[in-house]
């Protein structure tokens, strides 16, 4: 329903609008009036009308019509309080200072909508609190069900007690990916980008590829939370290769926001598609800030082209980058992949663990006693071991081998953890061993813990998956944990 509601905002200078307004505002103060000890009077209450309407300009203070098949439902009107405002002030809150929803439109959602709309405009603002006075009849049920807390405070204004809320903030991670429509393509439309992203401008350039109907929900997407849309998004299957495009809101830009976006958009993609195989986008080569957040979210540099931004007329640089397919955990159960894997693990050994070749430690794990113990603790029916491949594109990359004790506190301790030396770089540890949590709080984890061995490098790369310092075991081995 939410994508069925037309926010226009109000300006002076649109003699139409302003007139739906008036109406609107008439219908408000009305039913204010019932609930009063002190009615308005007509003129006061058209001094007040064109005074709002006069004040419209800054770009924190909201006034949007709503519409729904192109009837007006109500307007929302917000603000964000600064110093040197009039009158009673919160400084640096959103302060909801109309609101309405016309009765014959109530108890469908709408006005839920139009708060999560105004709420998010509070947060593109930057503010972390809104408040509001309510009216104790029509407005004290609606916005306490919206989560506002009274606090016992009357506004000198209207003598009407003062609700507030902490401000939801937008969470890329919530963002679902929806098929555009008219209203939200023409959003997207007018978006402006500063310099030197200018060039990615949608306002001021043709939009009939946006425009093209039949391209939205299987080429043209958009990613939204709730009532704010995140990006424009856009794929085309070649072969077993998946192209994509996409384009943040510009209020969301140079926020550090970016490889979040693209993470979201990358796993909205793969559900709503099926494609499991390699995701390729371009992009120009001078636009490092874009890159960053590319590779932050996994992508790789493929190879460099000529190309040129949509409507620039200029032949350029651009990078083809690769996100490869997801990495998956399998169990080496067959007597062949056991066997594998304690090949890896002795070349893991060898290579990674025990620079001397004659030493007795090296000796004894690549020996009959410490593979047999192991073997036990894998046999056992309680508090297992697992041999397990990280798996990408058809191919084992590296290994783990976890032991969960279920039937005690639920730990998983980590006492093995390889990526193969070519498949390591560009992010993959880190994702194979996001790989193997997720595996392990599939299988009854409660938390992970692991020993370092003193290894700096080591303790900094489990630093950066979350794991912090814990101690050290009955051997001084130094641990690490994850809760």
């Known amino acids: 329903m939410e994508n069925q509601i037309k926010y226009v905002q109000l300006s002076a200078d649109n003699a139409e609008n302003c007139k739906v307004f008036e109406s609107l505002m008439y219908e408000y103060i009305d039913e204010m009036n019932e609930h009063s000890e002190r009615p308005l009077t007509k003129e006061f209450q058209q001094k007040w009308i064109n005074s ?88 004290k049920p609606f916005w306490e069900s919206m989560g506002f807390a009274n606090v016992n405070e009357k506004s000198p204004e209207n003598q009407l007690y003062i609700y507030e809320k902490p401000i939801t903030p937008i969470s890329f991670d919530r963002g679902i990916l929806k098929p555009l429509t008219k209203e939200i393509a023409e959003n997207i439309s007018n978006w402006e980008y500063e310099n030197p992203y200018a060039v990615y401008n949608f306002k001021g350039h043709p939009d009939d590829w946006l425009m093209d109907e039949s391209t939205w929900g299987t080429e043209q997407f958009c990613l939204i939370d709730e009532t704010t849309i995140l990006g424009q998004v856009a794929c085309q299957l070649d072969g077993k290769d998946l192209w994509v495009g996409w384009s943040m809101a510009p209020q969301f830009c140079g926020k550090g926001n970016g490889s979040n976006f693209v993470n979201r958009c990358v796993s909205e993609l793969r559900e709503f598609t099926g494609h499991t195989g390699r995701i390729l986008l371009r992009v120009a080569a001078w636009n490092q800030r874009a890159i960053r957040a590319y590779q932050k979210a996994g992508f790789s540099y493929v190879e460099t082209i000529q190309d040129e931004i949509a409507f620039s007329n200029h032949i350029e640089d651009f990078w083809v980058m690769a996100l490869s397919s997801p990495i998956t955990i399998r169990e080496a159960v067959t007597e062949k992949d056991i066997v594998a894997f304690w090949e890896q693990l002795h070349i893991y050994y060898k290579s990674d663990i025990f620079s001397n070749p004659d030493s007795e ?13 192991i073997m036990k603790i894998y046999s056992r029916p309680k508090d297992r071991c697992f041999f397990l491949f990280f798996h990408r594109n058809g191919q084992d990359i590296g290994f783990a081998m ?47 813990e692991l020993n370092h061995g003193g290894n700096e490098r080591w303790r900094h790369f489990w630093e950066t998956v979350g794991f912090v310092e814990n101690g050290a075991d009955e051997w001084g081995e130094p641990l690490m944990i994850l809760r």
């Not at 998983?412 to 994702?431: A, H, L, Q, S």
């Open 52 to 139: 709002i309407i006069a004040m419209q300009g800054p770009t924190d203070r909201h006034l949007e019509l709503c519409y729904v098949k192109e009837i007006p439902i109500g307007f929302l009107y917000g603000k964000i309080d600064h110093d040197d405002h009039k009158g009673f002030i919160k400084p640096g809150y959103g302060y909801i200072m109309e609101f309405y929803v016309k009765p014959d439109h109530r108890r469908n959602g709408y006005g839920k909508m139009m708060f999560k709309r105004l709420e998010r405009l509070f947060y593109i603002d930057g503010a972390e609190m809104m408040y509001l006075t309510a009216d104790p009849v029509a407005g």
């Open 361 to 373: 430690e090296l000796e004894y794990f690549l020996g009959s006693e410490y593979h047999d113990h």
């Open 402 to 448: 976890p032991v969960i004790f279920t039937s005690e506190d639920g730990k998983c301790f980590i006492m093995e953890y390889c990526v193969y030396p070519e498949f390591r770089g560009n992010g993959t540890g880190k994702e194979c061993a996001r790989a193997l949590l997720d595996w392990a709080k599939d299988n009854g984890a409660l938390y992970a």
